[in-house]
């Protein structure tokens, strides 16, 4: 007996690679089936493989955000590239490193944009989508940074055209010209104007040549334009200060997070929200006007008392700009809170779609075509962006952003941290629309 009960060597070795097998599993957060917060469980999947050009982070916390919502109701992710499990930015510790990594180092702390599956004990991540933890805030509240971060300077600060359309194109990422593309613009003009100089002398001007100068000279204009001048007309930022800006749902971790940066950038901020405390909250946070408005109610008497607040608070001529997040059925009364050449920008119900799908898709113009006749509402859509574009924005983030939070001008508003073993509360209390600022998610170990 004793005999038969010992393990074979086949056996022994087979116990060895199960047990190291073990070893390479982490527990995650795991959307069972498509449906409400009861879906979620915590379970042992694959550890992630990291390729040459990403980290691997070990997680200590990550946040909740609308689209972890959506997501976990539908019945596919939003992209083949993207993780079937949910969590959009996190916090933690390098573990490993990819042979094309240079700026990131094994035991460093850092904060970081993911493509998709946060919600887990470790995560790989694109080496250009990690930030450091900006100075003075503790790991865990680095979680309820990076996407809101980027979300919102993409949204209000870039410069990249406004796409007028709830439904990105999956090609719509590339809006501004590389370094290189402008370096071969401006060699191709000093190489025109260098041979016409050498040739001026022994020949006449003629239609071609003087064409390709013409040509030379549109095309460094044109890279200035996009490169040097922020000044340059037609060139300019969607939100710029002394401009007013309204953010619906401003007690949000969008809302909390949008308010505080608009006001350290010289905007003044017309906030909305539901209850007493969070429109008290948004006030605290630095918003110059409150306005209680609960898009919920479907009720368009109410959505005519903001219009007419609004005009109110703006001497009757509107805002520039309004961050929304409410649904396509208010279009035209935020549009009426607009003033003259303002711009609509909405942070939610966007997708990534093929392009030759886009207008077969309904538009926010089909709802009344004069609306968009000045291409001034649209969405951002960082969330379904490509990694080149979110690296582009994660830097100018990491140059623009980072410095004010560091110095306390912007600050992590965390509402509660809950265990992965709660994140059914936590996706409860999400859709509530009871909470102030971010919700964390900790790994229970």
């Known amino acids: 007996m004793e005999e038969m009960k010992s393990k ?22 795991v959307r069972e089936d498509p449906g409400g917060p009861e879906v979620l469980r915590v379970m042992r999947v694959p550890e992630p493989k990291i390729t040459d050009d990403e980290v691997l982070i070990r997680v200590a916390a990550t946040a909740l955000n609308g689209p972890d919502i959506i997501e976990r109701r539908v019945t596919y992710p939003p992209s083949k590239t993207q993780s079937p499990i949910l969590g959009l930015e996190c916090a933690g510790t390098i573990e490993k490193v990819g042979q094309n990594v240079k700026r990131w180092q094994v035991g460093q702390q850092v904060c970081a944009v993911t493509n998709g599956g946060a919600y887990a004990e470790k995560v790989a991540v694109p080496q250009g989508l990690v930030l450091p933890i900006p100075e003075g805030i503790p790991l865990a509240e680095a979680a309820s940074f990076p996407q809101v971060a980027c979300s919102v300077w993409a949204a209000l600060f870039t410069e990249d055209k406004l796409s007028v359309s709830y439904f990105l194109p999956e090609d719509a990422s590339k809006t501004s010209l590389s370094a290189g593309g402008s370096l071969l613009m401006a060699s191709t003009f000093w190489a025109a104007l260098t041979m016409k100089t050498r040739e001026a002398s022994r020949s006449p001007l003629c239609a071609g ?92 008497n109410k959505a005519e008392k ?35 050449d303002g711009m609509l920008v909405s942070i939610v119900g966007c997708c990534a779609v093929h392009s030759d799908d886009c207008s077969r898709l309904p538009q926010p113009k089909s709802e009344n075509s004069k609306v968009q006749a000045r291409y001034n ?3 951002a859509g960082f969330r379904y962006r490509n990694t080149q574009y979110k690296a582009r924005i994660v830097r100018e983030v990491e140059e623009h952003v980072w410095p004010l939070i560091a110095a306390g001008g912007v600050k992590p508003v965390v509402h509660h941290r809950f265990p992965f073993s709660e994140a059914t509360e936590a996706h409860r209390l999400m859709e509530s629309g009871e909470h102030v600022g971010k919700i964390l998610l900790i790994p229970d170990n």
């Open 209 to 300: 040549d003087s064409l390709l100068v013409v040509a030379c000279t549109v095309w460094v204009i044109l890279v200035l334009k996009v490169k040097l001048c922020s000044w340059f007309p037609g060139s300019r930022r969607r939100l710029n200060a002394g401009e007013t800006l309204m953010v619906h749902g401003g007690s949000g971790g969008i809302g909390t997070f949008t308010i505080q940066l608009a006001k350290q950038r010289g905007v003044k901020v017309i906030a909305t929200a539901v209850s007493d405390d969070q429109l008290r909250a948004c006030e605290e946070l630095g918003a110059d006007e409150c306005i209680a408005f609960n898009h919920k109610d479907k009720d368009k």
């Open 377 to 379: 509402i649209g969405v």
């Open 306 to 340: 903001l219009i007419e607040m609004v005009k109110s608070k703006t001497y009757g001529k509107g805002v520039d700009v309004i961050l929304s997040s409410l649904g396509i059925e208010y279009l035209l009364e935020e549009n009426a809170c607009l003033k003259v």
């Open 8 to 29: 074979t060597p086949f056996q022994a070795v087979k116990s060895r690679f199960t047990d190291r097998k073990k070893e390479k599993e982490m527990k995650a957060i």
